[in-house]
């Protein structure tokens, strides 16, 4: 019969946490390093498609991170459980994200169609 130590449970809830606030801390200075860049140096402006494209092909690369990440730890190579499940949550905000955008899209287009009628 297995003991549970609470204490210990609680040990690597705290560690967890401490990894995720590490990882939010490190976005957010990639974030505000790639947001200083930006202001200092302007690229050129691409058109509206290729930002589009650009986008999706953000999406489907977090997708197929997602997909992988299941794959390795359906094989055994990933161990952590909480890696791949905010991989997949990544990939549903992004998918989700994209849809609720291509009906926003969709939406302006039938009312400049409607405009001319």
């Known amino acids: ?11 690597d809830i705290l560690a967890l946490r401490q ?11 990639v974030r505000s390093a790639s947001e200083a860049g930006a202001k ?14 650009d986008a999706l092909k953000d999406v489907s690369a977090v997708q197929q991170h997602s997909g992988d990440m299941q794959a390795a730890y359906e094989r055994g190579e990933v161990t ?9 949550q990544e990939a549903g905000v992004a998918f989700e994200a994209t849809l609720q955008v291509r009906n926003k899209l969709l939406s302006a287009y039938q009312d400049i169609m409607r405009m001319g009628s």
């Open 1 to 11: 019969m297995s003991v549970i130590r609470p204490a210990s449970g609680i040990q």
């Open 80 to 88: 952590d459980i909480a890696k791949v499940m905010l991989a997949r």
């Open 19 to 29: 990894e995720v606030l590490a990882r939010n801390d490190a976005l957010q200075q």
């Open 40 to 53: 200092t140096s302007p690229a050129p402006s691409a058109g509206f498609a290729q930002t589009l494209g």
